[in-house]
């Protein structure tokens, strides 16, 4: 998963940062980079980043908080959002945080079975996480990335990965990734991608999210109900400074109707989970673009 403030689909801050900032967490602890960004970091991002304006729209329009309150989650959002990226270098680091998992029992069922299945995550949170815990030993994890990640962090992902079973398929123009999708779930693998962002194809379906209507991906919702898939959600969210919650939630769907009501059946299950998350933590929403249009 790639998280951004540049609204490019890249980590925040070039290579050498990168580096400094994991040299840095492998002796400082990560609650003292927190305060130093919750002081000195974030307002500056608020101030110059227009972005916050996104963020106080989500919060004024979607949750119909006042300026003041908007205002002030605008604030927690921007803070929470520099936690989930210092973790993801501390792990780069070698830190370790403690993960509660909801549902893994659903996920277990269909890491033992032979066919593929799909997980669907969305740009809250920190789901990253999850690919670090969440896993199965016989089955391998292909997770969808932006294919312009900034080359450090590319660099850390392949080398915690490549122990894991994990394989990273990045999104590219040529639509190549679709190929080594398909491959995956042909081959009995599990598959991850995002399902609330445009990527890749422009092809859409239109859904309310939090009472407005907006447009997500159809291609995870067409490639699941092509094949018959199993599909669950999964969202990694912060809980604590070095704690985390997995939630996994199957989406179910019709087999037997049309493929236009299967597609429509399994959007709308993921939505409801969507808001389900966004309920219990508001603060946690990182889509930093015009999601509502």
């Given at each position: 998963?790639?998280?951004?403030?540049?609204?490019?689909?890249?980590?925040?801050?070039?290579?050498?940062?990168?580096?400094?900032?994991?040299?840095?967490?492998?002796?400082?602890?990560?609650?003292?980079l927190?305060?130093?960004?919750?002081?000195?970091?974030?307002?500056?991002c608020?101030?110059?980043?227009?972005?916050?304006?996104?963020?106080y729209?989500?919060?004024?329009?979607?949750?119909?908080?006042?300026?003041?309150r908007?205002?002030?989650k605008?604030?927690?959002?921007?803070?929470m959002?520099?936690?989930?990226?210092i973790d993801?270098?501390?792990?780069?680091?070698?830190?370790r945080f403690?993960?509660d998992?909801?549902?893994?029992d659903?996920?277990q069922?269909?890491?033992?079975?032979?066919?593929?299945?799909?997980?669907?995550?969305?740009h809250?949170?920190?789901?990253?996480?999850?690919?670090?815990?969440l896993?199965a030993?016989?089955?391998?994890?292909?997770?969808?990335?932006?294919?312009?990640?900034?080359?450090?962090?590319m660099?850390n992902?392949?080398?915690?990965?490549?122990k894991?079973?994990?394989r990273?398929?990045?999104?590219?123009?040529d639509?190549?990734?679709l190929?080594a999708?398909?491959?995956?779930?042909?081959?009995?693998?599990?598959?991850?991608?995002?399902?609330?962002?445009?990527?890749?194809s422009?092809?859409?379906?239109t859904l309310?999210?939090?009472?407005?209507?907006?447009?997500?991906?159809l291609g995870p919702f067409?490639?699941?109900?092509?094949?018959s898939l199993?599909v669950?959600?999964?969202?990694?969210m912060?809980?604590a400074?070095?704690?985390?919650?997995?939630?996994?939630?199957?989406l179910?769907?019709d087999?037997?109707?049309?493929?236009k009501?299967?597609?429509?059946?399994?959007?709308s299950?993921?939505v409801?989970e969507?808001?389900?998350?966004?309920?219990?933590y508001?603060?946690?929403?990182?889509?930093?673009?015009?999601f509502?249009k």
């Amino acid at each position: 998963m790639d998280y951004e403030l540049n609204g490019q689909g890249t980590t925040y801050g070039n290579s050498w940062m990168h580096l400094w900032l994991v040299r840095m967490l492998r002796v400082i602890p990560v609650r003292a980079l927190y305060a130093f960004v919750a002081v000195f970091v974030v307002p500056v991002c608020l101030a110059v980043n227009p972005a916050q304006r996104i963020i106080y729209s989500y919060f004024r329009d979607r949750w119909g908080l006042t300026r003041w309150r908007s205002a002030l989650k605008t604030y927690m959002n921007f803070y929470m959002f520099a936690q989930v990226v210092i973790d993801k270098f501390a792990m780069y680091a070698g830190k370790r945080f403690h993960i509660d998992i909801e549902g893994y029992d659903d996920f277990q069922q269909l890491a033992e079975r032979p066919e593929g299945f799909m997980q669907l995550s969305a740009h809250i949170g920190n789901y990253e996480i999850a690919g670090y815990t969440l896993r199965a030993e016989k089955k391998r994890f292909n997770a969808l990335v932006f294919g312009g990640e900034k080359a450090s962090v590319m660099e850390n992902r392949n080398r915690l990965f490549s122990k894991m079973n994990i394989r990273m398929i990045a999104v590219r123009p040529d639509m190549s990734h679709l190929f080594a999708i398909n491959d995956a779930l042909a081959n009995g693998e599990t598959v991850s991608m995002p399902a609330d962002r445009l990527f890749g194809s422009t092809k859409s379906i239109t859904l309310p999210v939090l009472g407005k209507e907006t447009q997500l991906p159809l291609g995870p919702f067409n490639l699941a109900t092509m094949r018959s898939l199993e599909v669950l959600a999964v969202n990694v969210m912060k809980t604590a400074s070095k704690r985390y919650k997995i939630h996994v939630k199957p989406l179910c769907y019709d087999k037997t109707a049309t493929r236009k009501e299967q597609i429509q059946q399994l959007a709308s299950s993921y939505v409801n989970e969507l808001e389900r998350m966004l309920t219990k933590y508001p603060e946690q929403w990182y889509n930093y673009f015009p999601f509502w249009k």
